[in-house]
């Protein structure tokens, strides 16, 4: 079974519970998600089952964009609300200067990754070690938060839409505002709107899989490989060069300069291309080994 499913992640699920719990719904053991989402979050998961899991790379490095909550005048060890308090402020937080710092925050940018993350040191993960009580020291990471649009407040929360690089934690952004603010922020809603290229109209629940998988329908909501390279160009080739890309060389070709879609001349999707002076070379390839 090769495609991608996007899920739309449900509140106190980890991304890793989703993939335990499709490869037994689709009966897979190949399935791997593009782009961690937090437990608290919801929204677009790509995810990826058999062969398709070679793509997953990209989706992970792909531009991400969320509905976020901050919620100002409180700290806590997680920087979203599930987390210990750390502190709390009484003053008063004037909306017209939430709105004033958000320049601040976009662009290229330095971004320390929290305690509570994924991150290795010293080959053991950040939380584990936060659940041990230590904070150890961690490399600024660079990153790119591409916009930040202001949607308005509910309930004493300031609600931003933010488009972003990969590696981007939006918890740390919500607590890197309330710092620069004076009085402190925290994450209390996140839903991930994008990934991989992919929407929420392109999401379906597991629940929906499921019902999907027991009626012998998946195809119906199983998107294939090539639709995560759907902005590339694509081009067909035959002849010497489809027996040379079978191989994995390069081979000659007249095209521009750029990343391609390759295809067979009958249509079979082969590869994600390179063509540089006038030579295509892979950089993935998606075929199956042997199967001509």
């Not at 976009?106 to 230590?134: D, F, N």
């Not at 294939?224 to 890309?245: A, M, N």
Request: aromatic share 8%; charged share 20%.
């Amino acid at each position: 079974m090769d495609g991608i499913i996007i899920i739309d992640k449900p509140k106190g699920w980890t991304s890793q519970d989703v993939c335990s719990k499709l490869k037994g719904v689709l009966r897979e053991r190949r399935i791997g998600h593009g782009g961690t989402l937090d437990p608290m979050a919801t929204g677009v998961l790509p995810v990826f089952c058999g062969r398709a899991t070679r793509a997953a790379w990209f989706s992970e490095n792909s531009v991400k964009e969320y509905i976020a909550a901050v919620r100002p005048k409180i700290t806590t060890d997680t920087e979203d609300i599930t987390g210990n308090v750390i502190s709390t402020w009484d003053g008063m937080v004037n909306e017209a200067d939430f709105i004033a710092v958000l320049p601040h925050f976009t662009g290229e940018q330095t971004q320390l990754p929290p305690m509570y993350s994924a991150v290795k040191i010293g080959g053991k993960k950040l939380y584990e070690l936060a659940r041990e009580g230590k904070t150890v020291e961690r490399t600024p990471r660079t990153i790119t938060i591409y916009s930040i649009e202001y949607l308005g407040m509910e309930n004493g929360d300031f609600i931003i839409k933010v488009r972003c690089s990969k590696g981007t934690y939006i918890r740390t952004l919500a607590n890197d505002i309330g710092e620069y603010m004076g009085c402190g922020a925290v994450l209390s809603y996140l839903r991930r709107t994008l990934a991989g290229g992919f929407t929420l109209e392109n999401a379906h629940t597991i629940e929906e899989v499921e019902e999907h998988a027991s009626s012998s329908t998946l195809s119906q909501i199983m998107l294939s490989v090539d639709s995560l390279f759907s902005s590339y160009p694509e081009t067909k080739i035959s002849g010497r060069q489809l027996h040379l890309c079978l191989n994995g060389n390069e081979f000659k070709t007249g095209l521009p300069d750029g990343t391609y879609r390759v295809y067979s001349d009958f249509g079979e999707f082969l590869m994600v291309g390179l063509c540089q002076n006038g030579v295509m070379k892979t950089v993935k390839s998606f075929f199956s080994p042997g199967g001509r």
